[in-house]
């Protein structure tokens, strides 16, 4: 029985994607969990794993087309298996050949990004892919709608040995002073721009925001980090971060009722403590998902945020690693930043803005002396809590981060 690959719902609020680019053709060989295509969403380029084994039957929206979620875009069967379309999606063997035109799904304008001066249409895992390469896409020629760049017109070029960046150009320096354009510039925002627009425009404009500021002493953490390390390889080091990430997710165990979403006149307390992770990628942010951090040690909380960080980036999360989240955190502190306030993650309660850790002079028991010092903002939901259980989160949070031995017991 032939089985039909619907377009992936990736995230609460995913209406539609962008079926970019079909990575297997009809009459190949696919495994379950390989991937049969790359679609774009509001969050990244993600890649669509085959849920059955077999071969490519029939693909049945084009490359550039604005698919809804959980329409059917393939069908996957048995080699030689003939299927035709029925209700519900449902494929029927049949002894007649199917029909070979796909259904008509009208694409949709495309936002494309300008690149530079030349003005060059490419999606972001092509601009990702040419700028790993050194790939000049002025010389690349796009095959995707309106003449958009993909990745496989990357991979084209690359094969043919045309499109890299001159060697001659590279070879002779240019001595020219650089000129100034004082045009405005116009930039056609991302998808993932405008995702972000709408839902902290929503959150501003419909959630009561209140913050609370907390001023966490950091030395002891600092000493056991370097401690933990001393024990590690390079890539299994563990950052800051994950013991803040692993502190956040305890005292939310304390305090269940930041751990929650309002659906009308009820507040819902969510089972389960997932810390999102704010992750900086080409156009935007993105939250990743620690799943159970709690119940996590840090090393795990280490690794599972390396791995999900590394597949936003290059735009190949998987619906996994950005959904489910319960409470959200925004990291600032590699960016030397001495305080700031976060918006929420709707619809979430709260949110945790963490600014740098810093050798700062302080006073303690009369005497100055240096110490390290972070601050850290929540931000929450007024509907839902009120200043005095946000405080004292903080206090709970100071515990777990000033003596963080009992993160580890």
């Known amino acids: 029985m032939a089985e039909t690959i619907s377009m992936p719902k990736l995230g609460f609020d995913m209406a539609e994607g962008l079926l970019v680019r079909w990575v297997k053709q009809v009459g190949e060989t696919i495994n379950k969990g390989d991937a049969l295509a790359e679609i774009e969403t509001d969050k990244a380029t993600v890649e669509v794993e085959s849920s059955a084994s077999g ?121 020219q002073l650089p000129i100034t354009s004082h045009d405005d510039k116009i930039v056609p925002t991302t998808k993932l721009r405008q995702a972000i627009g709408r839902r902290l425009v929503e959150s501003k404009t419909t959630i009561p925001h209140f913050y609370v500021t907390h001023e966490f002493k950091m030395d002891a953490l600092m000493d056991m980090r370097k401690q933990v390390n001393a024990y590690l390889p390079d890539n299994e080091k563990v950052s800051v971060n994950d013991f803040i990430l692993k502190g956040v997710a305890l005292s939310l165990r304390q305090f269940p009722n930041l751990n929650a979403t309002i659906k009308g006149s009820e507040v819902i307390q969510f089972g389960h403590v997932n810390v999102g992770v704010a992750v900086t990628v080409p156009g935007g942010l993105m939250t990743v998902v620690v799943k159970d951090t709690d119940q996590k040690t840090l090393r795990q909380i280490s690794g599972e945020v390396k791995v999900m960080a590394a597949r936003a980036r290059e735009g190949k999360v998987k619906p996994e690693d950005v959904d489910g989240s319960t409470f959200s955190t925004s990291n600032l502190g590699m960016y030397d930043v001495e305080d700031f306030i976060a918006i929420i993650n709707p619809p979430e309660a709260g949110i945790l803005a963490i600014s740098s850790a810093r050798e700062v ?34 206090q709970a949070l100071a515990g777990f981060l000033e003596n963080p031995v009992r993160m580890l017991v």
């Open 55 to 175: 071969v490519v039957l029939q693909l049945i929206v084009d490359q550039g087309t604005m698919v809804p979620v959980n329409a059917p875009i393939a069908i996957v069967g048995k080699a030689g298996e003939v299927v035709q379309k029925a209700e519900g999606g449902k494929q029927n063997v049949d002894e007649k050949p199917a029909p070979q035109t796909p259904p008509t799904v009208a694409p949709v304008a495309q936002t494309s990004v300008s690149l530079d001066a030349d003005s060059v249409k490419a999606s972001p895992l092509a601009k990702k892919v040419a700028r790993d390469k050194k790939v000049d896409l002025s010389n690349v020629k796009g095959t995707g709608p309106g003449g958009r760049i993909v990745r496989r017109d990357i991979e084209s070029a690359l094969a043919s040995g045309q499109s890299s960046v001159s060697s001659v150009q590279s070879a002779q320096p240019n001595y």
């Open 361 to 394: 002079p302080v006073v303690e028991s009369g005497e100055l002396k240096v110490g390290w010092r972070m601050k850290a903002t929540i931000s929450v939901d007024h509907r839902i809590s009120d200043g005095a259980e946000a405080a004292q989160f903080m």
